[in-house]
């Protein structure tokens, strides 16, 4: 793709030019995950996380067609604010440039971009994944099939927990993506520590992650990774508490009919009110928490490789 698709913002471009820590951002959690003015705040805050972590923030959106990597606060404000926001995936953003559309980058469209523009980390809340009921409706996020091809670590407080994990995670490993517990030996279920399924393999320390993606480069075997960090403890709602409201969610949107891209905004917003609010916050407090450690392991990957 030529280069003159991306805008890189100039910060973004300096560090990346002196090879120093840069952690992506997406802008669906934005404009789909969150309501108004929260997804504003938060993203502002995210950002700040990351530079306080000694990163420089690249969040990551197309605006009139133009890959935008690093967004001006005004631009981010106006995606916040707007309605009807398209949200573009990998199968949505070639249209998106073509057509010079306005949309918010997913996971799947957010790794592409950052791995056009040279970003390895990325920092979100939670990915995608197979959805319950897949039998039916073969409804399987962009975003595992982009982790198994485009080298870009993707920190997340595991996969949300409207998702069918068991076949989340089959699908992860069939796709050849390590999946990394941070510090537990639990996959974690994005609002809860503990998904009830156990970490296909666990590491403790940001270098210890930068060593497994230099390995897995090394090996020539491409893709990226997906580091499952656990929300903290203080912020989670446990799965025992939340179980109940999220089969009731799902419910919902099978007999309103909800399908394809509405699915993921429409059991977040469902949720939320479900929970009184509760959900919201800790889906911040995750965030937050997601965005640091990517920094941390962005200055990992960015410090020289220790020897052999
Ligand atoms: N994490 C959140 N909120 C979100 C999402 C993730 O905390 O809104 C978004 C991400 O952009 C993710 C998308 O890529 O939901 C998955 O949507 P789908 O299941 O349609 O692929
Ligand atoms: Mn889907």
Known sequence: MPPSLLDIAPEVRAALAAGAPVVALESTIVTHGMPHP?????????????????AVPATIAVVAGRIRI???????????AARDVLKLSRADLPHAVAAGLTGSTTVAATMICAALAGIRVFATGGIGGVHRGVEQTLDISADL????????????????????????????????????????????AFWSRDSGLPAPLRLDTPEAVAAL?????????????????????ADEIPAAEIAGLIETAVAEARAAGIS????????????????????LATNIALIRHNAALAARLAAALAAPAPAP
């Open 213 to 233: 993606i230099r390995a897995k480069a090394a090996l020539g075997l491409g893709g990226g990774i997906l580091v499952a960090n656990p929300v903290p403890e």
């Open 260 to 279: 394809a891209k509405a699915v993921t905004p429409f059991l977040l917003g469902r949720l939320l009110a479900l929970t009184g609010g509760r959900s």
């Open 145 to 188: 099939d982009e982790l198994a091809r485009t080298p870009v670590a993707v920190v997340s407080a595991g996969a949300k927990a409207i998702l069918d994990l068991p076949r989340t995670l089959e699908y992860l490993e069939t796709r050849g993506v390590p999946v990394v517990g941070y510090g537990t030996d639990r996959f974690p």
């Open 38 to 54: 929260q997804n504003v705040e938060t993203a502002r805050a995210v950002e700040a996380v990351v530079r306080e972590a000694g």
């Open 70 to 80: 690093g967004l001006p606060a005004e631009t981010l404000a106006g995606l916040a």
